[in-house]
């Protein structure tokens, strides 16, 4: 099981999710509203205010999926996010060691 977490702008969340719910076996996700800056170097500052309000507003998709469904996963993500602009986001990946559905019955164990 992989964790795949992206950024990216708002305007592309629509079309993301619709991409994605066409892949067979997908999952579902959680998705959050964040700010965030890059890296890129921007103008001098003109002083502190400009300095603490160089945020722009973003979404962050996140979701747990099986490893055979990763690179599909990936790919909408890359291809639909894209737009070519500079802050268009970010996407990784990472391993996930267990996971666990809440609404799949527990068997609690008495130790």
């Known amino acids: ?3 795949i977490k992206a950024v990216v702008q708002p305007n592309r969340l629509p079309k993301i999710r619709s991409a994605l719910r066409n892949i067979k076996g997908f999952p579902g996700m959680t ?3 964040v ?3 890059g890296h890129f170097v ?3 500052s003109g002083g502190i205010r400009e300095e603490l309000t ?3 507003p973003k979404v962050r998709i996140e979701l747990v999926t099986p490893d055979e469904l990763v690179e599909g996963v990936l790919q909408v993500l890359v291809e639909v996010g894209h737009t070519g602009q500079v802050g268009d986001g970010i996407v990784w990946v990472t391993s996930v ?3 666990i559905r809440l609404s799949e019955q527990i068997t609690v164990l008495e130790c």
């Open 1 to 3: 099981m992989k964790e």
């Open 31 to 33: 998705v959050s509203k």
């Open 35 to 37: 700010e965030g800056c």
């Open 42 to 44: 921007a103008k001098p």
């Open 54 to 56: 160089d945020y722009s």
């Open 97 to 99: 060691e267990r996971m």
